[in-house]
C-alpha cells in the first residue's frame, strides 16, 4: 500500500487563479474525453482507448498553448487515465451483469483533484530547499507555491496531486522507500479492544478516549444533514448546504486522522507487541449481537450517525497503527474477536451473562470483576500470545 502526506497549500491569489484555472481546464478535458468516446462509439461503433486519447493530446496542446499547453502532459495524461478506470469499471460491471451507469461528465464540483504522476516531470517537491524556513511545491504553469508543511517528509515522494476542498487547497504526496526508525524495546506487550466510549483499551487498563471535538463535529454534521434534507432540490440554499456538510465531513476526518496518529504513537512507543480483534469479523458480530450499545441517551438517529463515524475511526486508526507498527519495528498480531467480550479473562468462563452492562463485567462462575474493555483486551492479548507461541513452535 502506498502512503502518503497531505498538506494544506497556502497560494498566492494568483497562484489559486491559476490552480482554479488548472483544475478546470483538466475538467473540461476530461469531459471533451468522456464526449469523444461517447460519439466514436454511437457514430462509428468504434471502442477508443486511452492509447488513442494520449496521442491526441499533443495536437490538443499544440492548438491551444495558452490554455490546455499550459498545464503539464504528464497530469493531463493521468486525467485521461482516470476516465480509463471509470470506463474499465463500468465494462467489469456490465460483464458481471450488473447495470451500471455510464461514466459521467464531471460538473463543476465534481472535479476536485489534478495529479502529477512522477516528481519532477512537470512537478517538484521541496522546489526550494535553499529557504529552509518554508516548503514550497512547484507546479508547471502554476509556480512555486508555499505549502504548510507541518510534519517532516519520509521517504520518497512518487507522485504529486493537488486537491480543492471548498475554498482550501491541498497538496498530496505520495511516497514509498520510508527508511525504517526501530525504537528501543519497551519489554511490553498489550492487547486493544476497540469500542465506542474509548476508541481504545488496553489490557493493562490505560484507555485512549475519542476526543471530545470529534463528537461535537459529528453531532453538527448529524444537524447539518437532517437540514440539507428538508432543503428543496435544485435550490441556492441547498447547494449552500450542501458545501457545509462536506466542509464537516472534512473536518470529521482531519480530526479523526489527527487523533489516531496519537493514539497509534503512543501504543507503539509503550509495547513491544500489540495485539487486536480482525475488525471485518469484529463488526460484523457486534451488529449481529449488539453488544456495543450506542453511548448515553441520545436520540437514535443521531447516536446512529455518530456511531457510524467513531467505527469508521477504527479502520483510520488500524491502518495508522500496522504503518507506525511496521517503521518501529513493533509487531502487531490480528486475532477473531469471538467470545472476547464474554469470556472472563481469569477463569476462561464463557457466558453472555457475565456482561453485566456495557461497561462492566463480573463473571458468575468465579466472581471476577473488571471493566468489560479491559477484560476483553485481556483475552484479546492472550488469543494473540497463543498464536505467537503456536508460530514460534511450528
Ligand atoms: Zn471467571
Redesign the pocket.
Known amino acids: 500500500m502506498r502512503r502518503s502526506y497531505r498538506f494544506l497549500l497556502r497560494p498566492t491569489s494568483r497562484q489559486a487563479a491559476a490552480l482554479a484555472a488548472c483544475l478546470e481546464d483538466h475538467r473540461t478535458l476530461y469531459n471533451a474525453a468522456l464526449e469523444h468516446r461517447r460519439t466514436a462509439y454511437a457514430k462509428a461503433g468504434v471502442s477508443v482507448r486511452y492509447g488513442d486519447q494520449s496521442a491526441e493530446l499533443k495536437h490538443i496542446r499544440g492548438d491551444d498553448p495558452g490554455g490546455q499547453g499550459r498545464w503539464s502532459f504528464s497530469s493531463q495524461q493521468a486525467t485521461l487515465r482516470r476516465l480509463d478506470k471509470a470506463f474499465r469499471a463500468f465494462f467489469d460491471r456490465v460483464k458481471a451483469g450488473r447495470t451500471p451507469g455510464y461514466p459521467r461528465f464531471k460538473g463543476r464540483g465534481r472535479f476536485d483533484t489534478v495529479e502529477w504522476p512522477k516528481d519532477g516531470d512537470g512537478c517538484r517537491w521541496d522546489s526550494q530547499p535553499g529557504h529552509p524556513a518554508a516548503t514550497f511545491v512547484r507546479l508547471q504553469g502554476i509556480g512555486h507555491v508555499r505549502v504548510n508543511q507541518y510534519r517532516p517528509v519520509r521517504g520518497r515522494v512518487k507522485t504529486i496531486s493537488v486537491k480543492r476542498e471548498g475554498a482550501r487547497w491541498y497538496v498530496v504526496l505520495s511516497y514509498d522507500d520510508v527508511p525504517a526508525e526501530p525504537l528501543p524495546p519497551a519489554g511490553a506487550v498489550a492487547g486493544i479492544d476497540m469500542g465506542v466510549a474509548s476508541l481504545v483499551t488496553t489490557s493493562d487498563g490505560g484507555r485512549v478516549a475519542n476526543p471530545r471535538h470529534l463528537a461535537a463535529t459529528a453531532d453538527r454534521l448529524a444537524a447539518a444533514q437532517r437540514d440539507l434534507a428538508r432543503k428543496k432540490r435544485g435550490s441556492k440554499r441547498r447547494r449552500k448546504q450542501v458545501a457545509r456538510v462536506a466542509a464537516l465531513h472534512a473536518k470529521v476526518r482531519r480530526q479523526r486522522l489527527d487523533h489516531a496518529h496519537k493514539a497509534a504513537l503512543a501504543l507503539v512507543g509503550d509495547y513491544d507487541l500489540i495485539v487486536h480483534e480482525d475488525l471485518r469479523i469484529a463488526n460484523m458480530t457486534r451488529s449481529a449481537s449488539g453488544t456495543i450499545e450506542a453511548p448515553g441517551c441520545n436520540v437514535a438517529a443521531k447516536a446512529g450517525l455518530n456511531r457510524s463515524i467513531l467505527d469508521a475511526g477504527w479502520g483510520v486508526f488500524l491502518t495508522i497503527l500496522a504503518y507506525k507498527a511496521e517503521s518501529a519495528g513493533r509487531k502487531l498480531i490480528v486475532v477473531n474477536p469471538a467470545g472476547t467480550s464474554r469470556t ?1 479473562a ?4 464463557c457466558a453472555k451473562e ?1 456482561r453485566v452492562s456495557q461497561a462492566s463485567f463480573v ?1 458468575t ?4 470483576a473488571a471493566h468489560a474493555d479491559v477484560n476483553a483486551a485481556v483475552n484479546i492479548l492472550r488469543a494473540g500470545l497463543a498464536l505467537r507461541d503456536a508460530a514460534e513452535a511450528a
Not at 481469569?346 to 468462563?349: A, E, F, I, L, S
Open positions: 472472563c481469569r477463569c476462561g468462563h457475565n463473571c462462575a468465579c466472581g471476577h
